[in-house]
């Protein structure tokens, strides 16, 4: 897709939040696991009852810390927490703790790759902490249902500078910034569940034009692709608007994905004012240099390392690098494989076509995968050793994926050994030249090609099993005998 | 009921010289022969007698609490596991509490008997406990008066004997003022040292729980079981531990600060010279005093009433009627549910304060009022701190007038701040202040002094109390 009028360029911000895996809520002990029966991952704490008082969870600190290391942010030594105060059922307290002044994360920026290769960097304004609200179900029933369990469940905000330019580019960000969450650990990164989800502000403006223009917010965009569709409605409502020089009306819009279109909330939902004031329950955070070195010190590998340690230790090209360390958990998957086999590009040629192939098409996650990554080096190994043929080893795969046996059991019992005994090949090689007297007269006048048709019977005769660099080498010394 | 103070009841029971049935039944006749009081809002006598007699036989074996059978009121606004919440308000009128507050816990684990819970103005809002659900709570000396608020109940039932000992909560004043009104002791805690967990939250920063007693040995006997950090609430600290029995000082080294802003215009005259009267017995006694400045004074109540009602906004928002508590049967829209469920449920003055506190946190507003008072708020801590670097202790009046008539500021709420007037500042800069009774004036009404530390030295007001005590 493409920006229909390129006079104008479109300056796009996206606030992300993302729900921390963190085993416990954000400021009780209230289990955070996800499914459970409604309202039961509750407490007077979250349910904000008469007295109750929020008590930080330091492991939400130190992955909000984790999330801006990551992302070249400043660590403020002091931060504190804010009260957003607003009215509606799924908030009990009334307000929602978050930080407003004095975020604990600022300044940061990662790397995106825009469509014409180039890097970009793309600043990060802040990172700050918060707390979910609960679920409100309004087609359940004649009522709305509240499900409060989720509420209380830590959150990140990460809010970008206005330094997006196209919906591609959004695209490229969400998905770095989601890769980065899975690597650390923080997030599970599912923007379908609401683990992850994007706001963002648009204007338009001419190119050129250094003044921003009008914004929107645009709500509601729950996967990414929705985010870039989203983003083009948005992106051509204005610039049309501009054209006929009607005027861009701040507001906020909320994406419907079915419809492929924004509608503007009720002025009456928006007219929000959140007297945001600091939270007198809780204390500063206060992440010293000592706290902040012992969270970076746990700092897993992120991406950009894993990439160029791929390509460096396995030799492979950036093209297979780039793919295997899009998730960690197919990276991880990649590195469980050669630890069995020191075939790396031939690993990266499985798991880029045959694995990735059934992923695509089962859509399923590789945690899901059912070939264990000790049976697919197994496999490979097979090949590298010249039990089977490349051929074959698709076949015993396709069985893997039915049963995950182990590859040398399905060899067994399918009897699909590659055969490699000259004495056995000659046999079959002697009983296809018998029947070939032509095809020999035609390879001796000349036509090499007529090679192929021997390989092809040879074959046949022994189901695909003959070790093919074997069969060649015999069937050409046995042919050029007849030259005598 | 004769003993003087509650370790010297437990003695009194253990040598089977009463009977601490006997003597709860003697505090549950009082609060009955009272009842026109309205000090209580619910009496759990079963529960109470039950106690009794289990709590004597622990005395009788020797295995018992530092409190054991003290018997003891707590304040409406504190959660006691399933008893009634109300906070004297409407709008909790049905709540039954699921928990109970880490102070009243703590009480239970040293064997104290709780004997029912107390009236006191709605969310702890007011100064003269006429703003209840339960109606207002009258003076035992005078029941044509107010016993002050909004710990009234709590003061009262300590004041009528109706039990030993009474916990209120002081967010302004609300602990020494009704002390002050009805002639006993009442302290507010620094801030940090008592967990404010269930502690039914109107302003915060500013929230403690306190003890009322007729004896400053019960006051710190209470408050030592009572402290602690408590990893249920982030602002709670260890601090120094508080000393029981009270430390004798002989050595009077305390040097004592009266600040002359707290002397001035709008001090009842008898009240300032029964404090001068005081001044003079501790200079007898050898005590250095002096007249100290808070230059600050002046912006107290305009401060503690920006700040206060600004977290009391947020804090009360959770009274929505759509989880707990009353809910408006007249709605049929979600703005209507929560607009008609607070309209009916909150009193006059919740009210007043609620969008007095949404005013001053608006977009427009902040600056000018939230941010201005949280500036001036250090300001005033910066005074105190300046002062106690002069003196060990300040003394000052704990209420510009005595007890005054039931209904008297009820249609004038600047009036009924300024009755405040003495007290804000301790709130303010989170240091205790004590209220210790000094006599009556010339109609009986009692006069109350208040005594104030740095932050955490609970133990000099009692030493000092104590040293007051043997003077006197």
């Known amino acids: 897709m493409q920006i229909k009028n390129n006079k104008y360029e479109a300056v796009i911000g996206l606030e992300v939040h993302a729900q921390l895996l963190t085993e416990t809520k954000a400021f009780c002990g209230c289990s955070t696991k996800f499914g459970n029966a409604p309202n039961s991952n509750v407490c007077p704490v979250c349910l904000g009852h008469p007295g109750v008082l929020p008590v930080l969870n330091k492991k939400v600190v130190e992955f909000t810390v984790l999330m801006g290391l990551a992302t070249n942010c400043t660590i403020n030594k002091h931060s504190i927490f804010a009260r957003k105060n607003y009215f509606y059922p799924d908030l009990p307290k009334g307000y929602q703790i978050s930080q407003y002044e004095e975020p604990i994360c600022e300044n940061g920026f990662i790397n995106i790759k825009t469509t014409d290769g180039m890097n970009k960097k793309i600043r990060i304004k802040r990172i700050h902490m918060e707390e979910d609200a609960g679920k409100s179900i309004h087609d359940q029933s004649e009522y709305t249902l509240v499900d409060v369990n989720r509420c209380g469940v830590p959150l990140i905000e990460i809010v970008t500078e206005p330094d997006i330019n196209s919906p591609e580019e959004a695209y490229q960000y969400l998905t770095k910034i989601k890769q980065i969450v899975q690597y650390l650990g923080i997030c599970d990164g599912n923007m379908e569940e609401g683990s992850l989800r994007c706001d963002a502000n648009v204007s338009v403006r001419l190119k050129g034009e250094k003044k921003l223009g009008v914004k929107t917010e645009i709500k509601n965009m729950n996967s990414f692709r929705n985010v870039e569709r989203a983003l083009y409605y948005e992106i051509e409502r204005q610039t049309d608007l501009m054209e006929y020089g009607e005027e861009i009306i701040q507001q906020t819009l909320l994406w419907n994905a079915d419809l492929n279109e924004a509608f503007p909330m009720r002025s009456k939902e928006e007219a929000h004012d959140y007297r945001y004031f600091p939270d007198p329950d809780l204390l500063p955070v206060i992440v010293d240099e000592e706290w902040k070195n012992e969270i970076a010190a746990r700092m897993p590998e992120l991406p950009e390392a894993r990439f160029n340690r791929f390509i460096e230790q396995y030799k492979l090209p950036e093209y297979d690098s780039e793919i295997l360390t899009q998730s960690k958990e197919l990276a991880d998957y990649y590195e469980k494989v050669v630890k069995l086999t020191t075939d790396f590009k031939a690993t990266s040629n499985w798991i880029m076509t045959d694995v990735l192939g059934f992923l695509n098409e089962k859509k399923i996650e590789v945690k899901q995968f059912p070939v264990t990554a000790d049976n697919l080096g197994k496999l490979i190994n097979l090949i590298s050793n010249g039990t089977i043929s490349s051929k074959i080893a698709r076949e015993v795969f396709q069985i893997m994926l039915e049963t995950n046996d182990e590859p040398e059991k399905i060899v067994k019992e399918q009897n699909l050994v590659q055969i490699s005994d000259e004495g056995e090949i000659i046999k079959i090689i002697y009983n296809v030249l018998e029947k070939s007297k032509n095809q020999i007269e035609e390879f001796l006048s000349g036509k090499d090609k007529v090679l192929g048709f021997f390989v092809g019977q040879v074959m046949k005769e022994t189901k695909g099993k003959a070790n093919p660099q074997l069969v060649n080498q015999l069937l050409k010394s046995e042919l050029e005998k007849y030259r005598k | ?472």
């Open chain 2, 1 to 472: 009921m004769k003993y003087s103070n509650i370790t010297e009841k437990i003695s009194l029971v253990k040598n089977n010289k009463i009977s601490l049935k006997e003597n709860v039944k003697y505090f549950l006749s009082r609060i009955d022969e009272r009842k026109n009081l309205n000090a209580f809002n619910f009496v759990f006598a079963d529960e109470a007698l039950h106690q009794a007699e289990i709590i004597e036989k622990k005395i009788k074996s020797g295995e018992h609490g530092k409190l054991a059978g003290a018997v003891i009121a707590i304040k409406d606004v504190l959660s006691y596991k399933d008893h009634t919440l109300t906070c004297s308000s409407k709008i909790l009128s049905n709540f039954i509490a699921v928990y109970t507050a880490t102070a009243i816990q703590k009480l239970i684990d040293e064997d104290a008997i709780i004997i029912g819970k107390t009236n006191c103005d709605e969310f702890a809002m007011g100064s003269s406990n006429e703003n209840s659900a339960f109606g207002a709570v009258l003076n035992p000396i005078d029941e044509s008066r107010v016993p002050g608020g909004s710990s009234g109940g709590s003061a009262v039932a300590v004041a009528a004997d109706m039990c030993d000992a009474s916990l209120g909560t002081d967010t302004g004043g609300s602990i020494r003022q009704p002390a002050a009104f009805c002639g006993i002791f009442g302290l507010k805690p620094s801030y940090g040292r008592v967990s404010r967990f269930g502690l039914t939250a109107f302003a915060s920063s500013f929230d403690t729980i306190g003890p009322f007693a007729k004896n400053v040995d019960d006051i710190a006997l209470i408050l030592n079981v009572i402290s602690g950090r408590d990893d249920r609430d982030s602002t709670s600290v260890d601090s120094e531990s508080i000393d029981y029995p009270i430390i004798k000082r002989q050595d009077k080294k305390f040097i004592i600060g009266f600040p002359k802003e707290y002397f001035g215009d709008g001090l009842d005259k008898e009240i300032k010279e029964k404090i001068w009267s005081v001044i003079e017995v501790l200079k007898q006694n050898d005590f250095e005093v002096k007249e100290i400045s808070l230059p600050m004074t002046e912006y107290n109540i305009a401060t503690y009433y920006i700040l206060t009602t600004a977290e009391a906004s947020s804090n009360l928002a959770r009274y929505d009627g759509a989880r707990y508590g009353y809910r408006s049967r007249n709605s049929s829209t979600l703005e209507e549910m929560y607009v008609n469920s607070r309209s009916e449920g909150f009193g006059s003055e919740v009210k007043r304060r609620i969008m007095l506190g949404t005013y001053v946190l608006s977009s427009g507003y902040y600056d000018a009022y939230y941010r201005k008072a949280q500036k001036v708020r250090r300001l005033i801590k910066e005074d105190f701190d300046k002062a106690f670097s002069q003196v060990d202790l300040i003394i000052t009046p704990t209420t510009p007038s005595v007890a005054f008539k039931l209904g008297e500021k009820s249609n004038d709420p600047l009036q009924m701040y300024l009755s405040d007037i003495y007290t804000t500042s301790a709130n303010l800069a989170g240091i205790p202040g004590l209220n210790i009774p000094i006599g009556n004036n010339q109609n009986g009404l009692p006069i109350g002094m208040q005594v104030l530390a740095k932050q955490f030295d609970e133990n000099k007001i009692f030493q000092f109390a104590d040293i007051l005590n043997l003077a006197g």
